[in-house]
């Protein structure tokens, strides 16, 4: 075997060729140095890797640190969108009344009185009585006042007295809060009124408010026992349990 291995590697040196066992060690040569250099190649990409752990985790304390951010700033501009329909009505209200624009910040925790407070007082020209409404109607009337803040007696409050006059027909009456409804009656209204279910009531001109200010729709119509008058319950105009910010007027609508 050996013999004819070399006559063979004789004859192809004679003729020029490689010999068949110069083919097979370069051959294995090859495939050494080739494994050789992906086992480099792939040694050097592990360190290349171990080395730049640190680098991939900070720049991924970076990306959450950003993405809270952004998760943060979304946060407050859904918020701001969320308050733009009731500041642009409040801007609206203000150019047609005047007034000290003010911001619900506490309510009555038992909602025994039926009160809220705002963020404006007397520093800002508030004062006891003065109407408080938003742009949907009347909210109610300044009851007590300090410094930086007043507290507003809500009209569904039960000893709450508006006057108030149905817009079609011009019939008045009182509007005044239905004890734990959180519904307004329109009472003492004539037996006379023809009053309708759906009806809108609004303020009459008094001392708190200028006449026209809704203070809400008709729903229901009854009779007292023996009374001389009819009584009709109020849907409110504003819907005080979304109550945020409002504005202070005058009865003329005179800055407060």
Same mark, same amino acid.
């Not at 006059?165 to 023809?194: L, N």
């Given at each position: 075997?050996?013999?004819?291995?070399?006559?063979?590697?004789?004859?192809?040196?004679?003729?020029? %060729?490689? !010999?068949?066992? $110069?083919?097979?060690?370069?051959?294995?040569? =090859?495939?050494?140095?080739?494994?050789? *250099? &992906? /086992?480099?190649?792939?040694?050097?990409?592990?360190?290349?890797?171990?080395?730049?752990?640190?680098?991939?985790?900070?720049?991924?304390?970076?990306?959450?640190?950003?993405?809270?951010?952004?998760?943060?700033?979304?946060?407050?501009?859904?918020?701001?969108?969320?308050?733009?329909?009731?500041?642009?009505?409040?801007?609206?209200?203000?150019?047609?009344?005047?007034?000290?624009?003010?911001?619900?910040?506490?309510?009555?925790?038992?909602?025994?009185?039926?009160?809220?407070?705002?963020?404006?007082?007397?520093?800002?020209?508030?004062?006891? %009585?003065? !109407?408080?409404? $938003?742009?949907?109607?009347?909210?109610?009337? =300044?009851?007590?006042?300090?410094?930086? *803040? &007043? /507290?507003?007696?809500?009209?569904?409050?039960?000893?709450?007295?508006?006057?108030?006059?149905?817009?079609?027909?011009?019939?008045?009456?009182?509007?005044?809060?239905?004890?734990?409804?959180?519904?307004?009656?329109?009472?003492?209204?004539?037996?006379?009124?023809?009053?309708?279910?759906?009806?809108?009531?609004?303020?009459?001109?008094?001392?708190?408010?200028?006449?026209?200010?809704?203070?809400?729709?008709?729903?229901?119509?009854?009779?007292?026992?023996?009374?001389?008058?009819?009584?009709?319950?109020?849907?409110?105009?504003?819907?005080?349990?979304?109550?945020?910010?409002?504005?202070?007027?005058?009865?003329?609508?005179?800055?407060?």
């Amino acid at each position: 075997m050996t013999a004819l291995i070399a006559l063979i590697q004789i004859e192809a040196a004679r003729s020029g %060729r490689p !010999g068949i066992i $110069t083919v097979a060690v370069q051959s294995v040569a =090859v495939w050494v140095e080739g494994a050789v *250099a &992906a /086992t480099g190649n792939a040694a050097r990409a592990a360190a290349a890797a171990v080395v730049s752990i640190p680098r991939f985790a900070a720049e991924n304390a970076e990306l959450r640190t950003d993405l809270h951010a952004l998760k943060l700033q979304n946060r407050a501009l859904r918020e701001e969108l969320a308050q733009e329909p009731d500041a642009l009505a409040l801007v609206r209200a203000q150019a047609r009344s005047g007034g000290v624009a003010a911001r619900v910040v506490g309510f009555d925790p038992e909602d025994v009185a039926r009160t809220v407070t705002v963020d404006r007082g007397s520093s800002a020209g508030v004062r006891m %009585r003065a !109407g408080v409404v $938003t742009d949907d109607g009347v909210v109610g009337r =300044v009851l007590a006042v300090t410094p930086f *803040a &007043a /507290t507003v007696q809500l009209i569904t409050d039960a000893t709450s007295k508006i006057p108030a006059v149905a817009q079609r027909g011009r019939w008045w009456g009182i509007a005044t809060g239905v004890p734990q409804s959180g519904e307004i009656a329109f009472e003492y209204v004539s037996q006379d009124a023809k009053l309708r279910i759906g009806d809108l009531v609004v303020t009459g001109e008094g001392r708190s408010f200028r006449a026209g200010i809704p203070v809400g729709r008709i729903e229901k119509i009854f009779y007292p026992q023996g009374a001389l008058y009819q009584t009709a319950i109020l849907r409110p105009a504003v819907r005080f349990g979304r109550l945020d910010r409002v504005l202070v007027i005058d009865g003329d609508g005179a800055p407060r």
